[in-house]
């Protein structure tokens, strides 16, 4: 069984980086979602879900100190809209060691992106 300071942990965790880099923190969660012994489509489905309201925190912290254009976000928002829509329905649709094998490319790109 998990301990809850394990999952408090992973969630402080996950929250920092994401208040932090304005995301990514769910590439930090799901190891940890891993370690608490949540696995497969329920780790990425869970990732998912804490993400969701810490990305909310973490605009709002950013509108207010920052006074963040809605009218240059829209766009974003819009097609990451469209593009979670189907994600979402695919999700569940790839086999679990895909959607690894794709989580691990995008935080190698991302990586060498960040270092270049």
């Known amino acids: 069984m998990t301990r809850p300071w394990k999952l408090r942990w992973s969630g402080a965790a996950a929250g920092l980086l ?4 304005g995301g990514g923190g769910g590439a930090v969660l799901m190891p940890l979602l891993q370690r608490c012994d949540v696995q497969g489509r329920s780790a990425f489905a869970t990732s998912l879900a804490i993400m969701l309201p ?6 709002v912290i950013y509108w207010s100190k920052t006074g963040l254009s809605l009218h240059t976000a829209l766009p974003y928002l819009l097609g990451g809209l469209a593009g979670g829509f189907v994600g979402g329905l695919s999700m569940g649709k790839i086999r679990v060691l ?3 094998r794709l989580f691990a490319l995008l935080l190698l790109y991302g990586g060498v992106k960040y270092l270049l």
């Open 18 to 21: 994401n208040g932090i880099f």
């Open 54 to 59: 810490l990305s909310v925190l973490s605009a």
């Open 98 to 100: 895909w959607l690894r």
